[in-house]
């Protein structure tokens, strides 16, 4: 996987840096904090996109910056920020109407009312 990553660095960025233990250790923990190969070309894709735009300078892609667990992180958390709208809720119907009772259903309700009125007025007593 370490080889795999630092390839993906290389391929992206047009570079070709040798592989050595000091640069194996760094992805070693980079990876072992839990990041992916998406993970690497979201933030390396951002990256490049800042830079072209003059918003970041070049060094941000330098192997030891980029390596940082903590800078890396929040690069990539900034990326889908900056890459991904809130997708926009879905229109909500608006609630129908209840049905319209017939005048003698409304009589029929009413009635039971006044009786539960009753009722309660009673046990009150």
Same mark, same amino acid.
């Given at each position: 996987m370490i080889a795999?990553?630092?390839q993906l660095y290389c391929q992206l960025t047009g570079q070709n840096?040798?592989?050595?233990?000091? *640069?194996?250790?760094?992805? /070693?923990?980079l990876l072992r904090a839990g990041f992916s190969l998406q993970d690497l070309r979201a933030? &390396?894709?951002y990256l490049q996109r800042? &830079?072209? $735009?003059? *918003?970041? /300078?070049?060094?941000?892609?330098?192997?030891?910056n980029l390596?940082?667990?903590?800078r890396f992180e929040e690069d990539l958390q900034i990326s889908r920020v900056r890459l991904r709208a809130p997708p926009p809720l879905p229109a909500r119907p608006a609630p129908s109407p209840p049905p $319209?009772?017939?005048? $003698?259903?409304?009589e029929?309700?009413?009635?039971? $009312?006044?009786e539960c009125l009753r009722q309660i007025?009673?046990?009150?007593?």
């Open positions: 795999q990553a630092h840096l040798r592989l050595g233990f000091d *640069r194996e250790r760094m992805w /070693y923990e933030v &390396i894709t800042e &830079i072209q $735009a003059g *918003r970041r /300078y070049v060094g941000a892609l330098k192997l030891c390596l940082q667990p903590d $319209a009772l017939s005048t $003698a259903d409304q029929q309700a009413r009635l039971r $009312a006044l007025n009673a046990s009150l007593r």
